[in-house]
């Protein structure tokens, strides 16, 4: 074989492998979207994103200025807790080629995180009250000003069920517990 066919050869394969590979990894992440994950951040980007190792072959999230709360400080190698808001195939960049036509480069795959979100808040709560990953109380509604106040309205079908009560926990060690992990964030919880 000629050397430019054996090159071309290698790259294909290598482009193959590089696919399958994404591919792999946008579905294990396709899988976390929407839950809690704990992720350790890497470095901060210019503009104040973060990136973040959520131990995906090689894929870093990202944890974009929107999504942190501005009551809370980042350093690198802390572990935090994230809600992943959003899992996606990264857009390529386009660029100019060797013959001077536009080409677009295939992109990996495109984490976005949060903290801010209410549904971070709804996670660590449905982690923390065992009677609303049960069912018998259920969250109606949050309202958040990240970094600030969370009002929460939760309600149940049960008669002989506190929802307020159930969901705060027994001197408030419950709610506490997510309050901690908000830096403190003041958090209400009220009946429906």
């Given at each position: 074989?000629?050397?430019?066919?054996?090159?071309?050869?290698?790259?294909?394969?290598?482009?193959?492998?590089?696919?399958?590979?994404?591919?792999?990894?946008?579905?294990?992440?396709?899988?976390?979207?929407?839950?809690?994950?704990?992720?350790?951040?890497?470095?901060?980007?210019?503009?104040?994103?973060?990136?973040?190792?959520?131990?995906?072959?090689?894929?870093?999230?990202?944890?974009?200025?929107?999504?942190?709360?501005?009551?809370?400080?980042?350093?690198t190698q802390e572990?935090?807790?994230?809600?992943?808001?959003?899992?996606?195939?990264?857009?390529?960049?386009?660029?100019?080629?060797r013959d001077g036509?536009?080409?677009?480069?295939?992109?990996?795959?495109?984490?976005?995180?949060?903290?801010?979100?209410?549904?971070?808040?709804?996670?660590?709560?449905?982690?923390?009250?065992?009677?609303?990953?049960?069912?018998?109380?259920?969250?109606?509604?949050?309202?958040?000003?990240?970094?600030?106040?969370?009002?929460?309205?939760?309600?149940?079908?049960?008669?002989?069920?506190?929802?307020?009560g159930s969901t705060?926990?027994?001197?408030?060690?419950?709610?506490?517990?997510?309050?901690?992990?908000?830096?403190?964030?003041?958090?209400?919880?009220?009946?429906?």
């Amino acid at each position: 074989f000629e050397y430019s066919a054996v090159q071309s050869a290698k790259q294909r394969s290598q482009q193959v492998v590089k696919e399958y590979n994404t591919d792999k990894v946008y579905v294990d992440a396709k899988a976390m979207e929407g839950k809690l994950v704990i992720g350790e951040i890497k470095r901060q980007l210019r503009n104040g994103d973060y990136m973040v190792n959520l131990n995906l072959e090689n894929t870093d999230a990202l944890f974009p200025v929107r999504g942190q709360s501005p009551r809370e400080t980042y350093e690198t190698q802390e572990k935090l807790k994230f809600f992943v808001e959003r899992v996606d195939k990264g857009e390529g960049e386009e660029r100019r080629g060797r013959d001077g036509q536009m080409q677009k480069k295939k992109g990996g795959v495109r984490i976005l995180l949060s903290r801010a979100s209410k549904d971070f808040i709804k996670a660590l709560i449905e982690n923390e009250v065992p009677e609303i990953s049960s069912g018998d109380v259920e969250i109606k509604a949050i309202a958040r000003h990240a970094g600030i106040r969370t009002k929460i309205a939760v309600d149940t079908h049960k008669t002989d069920v506190d929802p307020v009560g159930s969901t705060v926990g027994k001197s408030g060690t419950r709610i506490q517990t997510v309050m901690t992990e908000c830096d403190g964030e003041k958090i209400d919880v009220v009946r429906y």
